[in-house]
């Protein structure tokens, strides 16, 4: 069975502290993705990587940034977290193939920044 | 571009019919269907390809009209297990996979006994 793990689901953080979300797959998938999902605003992209050490900014990168050392590891960090990034995150992975490939998410991460 | 999806919310009783409707302002190669439960992540239903090919759900159909760049998800006889937001999403660029999926804002479904 495909799983998408992510460690935490329920963080509470203070203004100005720098956040790690972990996610690790195991489907060994090229592609990994973070999204960020806001009520009326459905799931929108912050960063994804289709290789080790490679990433890209998806629609919404600032405040943010992403590591990839290995396959099946996909970290996002928040450098300084402030109010507006409370929300909730989901780590997805996905195979690298043309058509009919869809993605897995995660369980999601619920972050709270006071 | 983000899909649009239509209605924004839908409540039904129990056993009646539900269309929810997707549309982008850009060609497709491909459309994917959602379901998100409350505090849950999104589990896949289906997949549409272009060229016709439909990979998914056995109880919920769907279509995929390339020409309009649109698809419909279709419930029949909805069941009480058939609530949550219903997401359709399409490939950000050029359908490979390396460049994740845009998702619409989805679509409230709620069914009562």
């Known amino acids: 069975d495909v799983k998408v793990t992510q460690s935490s689901r329920y963080l509470v953080k203070r203004t100005g502290e720098k956040v790690f979300l972990e996610c690790v797959q195991d489907m060994d998938h090229e592609n990994m993705f973070w999204y960020r999902q806001d009520p009326g605003l459905g799931l929108r992209l912050i960063y994804f990587s289709y290789d080790v050490k490679m990433k890209e900014k998806g629609d919404i990168p600032e405040g943010y940034s992403v590591s990839r050392e290995k396959k099946e590891r996909f970290s996002l960090i928040l450098e300084s977290a402030s109010t507006n990034q409370t929300s909730m995150y989901l780590c997805?992975?996905?195979?690298?193939?043309?058509?009919?490939?869809?993605?897995?998410f995660g369980e999601g991460s619920w972050l709270t920044v006071v | 571009q983000q899909p649009v999806q239509s209605p924004q919310a839908v409540i039904l009783r129990e056993g009646e019919d539900a269309v929810i409707n997707c549309s982008s302002s850009?060609?497709?190669?491909?459309v994917h269907w959602y379901r998100q439960k409350h505090g849950e992540a999104p589990v896949f239903l289906m997949i549409?390809?272009?060229?016709?090919e439909q990979k998914g759900h056995d109880k919920i159909s769907a279509s995929f009209n390339e020409k309009k760049q649109q698809s419909s998800l279709y419930l029949t006889a909805s069941q009480l297990s058939y609530s949550g937001t219903y997401f359709c999403g399409t490939d950000r660029y050029s359908g490979g996979g390396a460049d994740g999926l845009t998702f619409g804002k989805g679509t409230h479904l709620i069914i009562q006994p």
């Open positions: 997805a992975s996905r195979a690298q193939q043309l058509g009919g490939n869809t993605i897995y």
């Open positions: 850009k060609a497709l190669y491909s």
């Open positions: 549409l390809l272009k060229g016709g």
